[in-house]
């Protein structure tokens, strides 16, 4: 992965079809998708369950690109070889999940992944502060993890703002994850993020059968997020 700051979109496959993952992760990235974006729940750090590692293996590959990691589970160190040894690219680990997520960062990144660190919203900004230079990437849940579709937090503008501050010149991508789609997009571009995720407002506009959809959904958020910086 060549690290840049360019608007980035990651559809995560929560909002599509589940009996047709490999088919939805070629048609996303067929359609201009720049990551493909993998929610793991366990029921216990939050209250649903998605799928494992073993899923990711399946739909490795399927995705020529990065596949992005979200670990939405507790405890995490256990599992961290199995999601390696799946293809990840990028595995987020949350700020919330144990009580040493340096160690948790140290063990993804010496696996020879990028190490993510994921903030709640009700999780400051400070968080982050003592491991900015142990990670690859931030993401900033701009909703409460557990489901798809909920509705985008305004009030997590101001952390993403803040956040990119503290990034200064580091080569930490700023991720976002909740409510994205082309009217929030811009709010959270312009306070400085670079790669979008984004379920329900992509996968509802199309199918694997005609994806025409999720491409026209794409270059939406995209277009909207690039906008907002050239303002």
């Not at 400070?126 to 009030?155: H, R």
Request: charged share 20%; glycine share 10%.
């Amino acid at each position: 992965m060549t690290f840049d700051r360019s608007i980035k979109i990651a559809p995560s496959i929560l909002a599509s079809d589940f009996a047709a993952f490999g088919a939805e992760c070629e048609a996303i990235e067929a359609q201009g998708a720049d990551w493909v974006h993998v929610d793991v729940m366990d029921g216990h750090f939050v209250p649903n369950i998605s799928f494992g590692a073993a899923t990711c293996a399946a739909i490795r590959p399927h995705i020529r690109g990065v596949m992005d990691v979200h670990l939405m589970i507790a405890p995490i160190d256990p599992y961290i070889d199995g999601f390696v040894e799946a293809g990840a690219d990028i595995l987020t680990a949350h700020a919330e999940a144990g009580p040493h997520v340096h160690r948790t960062l140290q063990t993804i990144r010496g696996a020879g992944v990028k190490a993510g660190l994921a903030l709640n919203p009700g999780t400051p900004a400070e968080a982050a502060e003592m491991l900015l230079d142990d990670i690859d990437l931030i993401l900033v849940m701009t909703v409460n993890p557990g489901f798809g579709g909920q509705k985008f937090l305004a009030s997590q503008v101001a952390k993403i703002r803040r956040l990119r501050e503290m990034i200064g010149d580091r080569p930490v991508h700023l991720e976002i994850d909740g409510g994205i789609d082309p009217s929030t997009a811009p709010l959270v571009a312009e306070a400085g993020a670079d790669v979008l995720v984004a379920g329900s407002a992509v996968f509802k506009h199309g199918s694997r059968d005609a994806p025409e959809g999720y491409g026209r959904a794409i270059r939406e958020i995209r277009s909207a997020a690039e906008a907002a910086r050239t303002r």
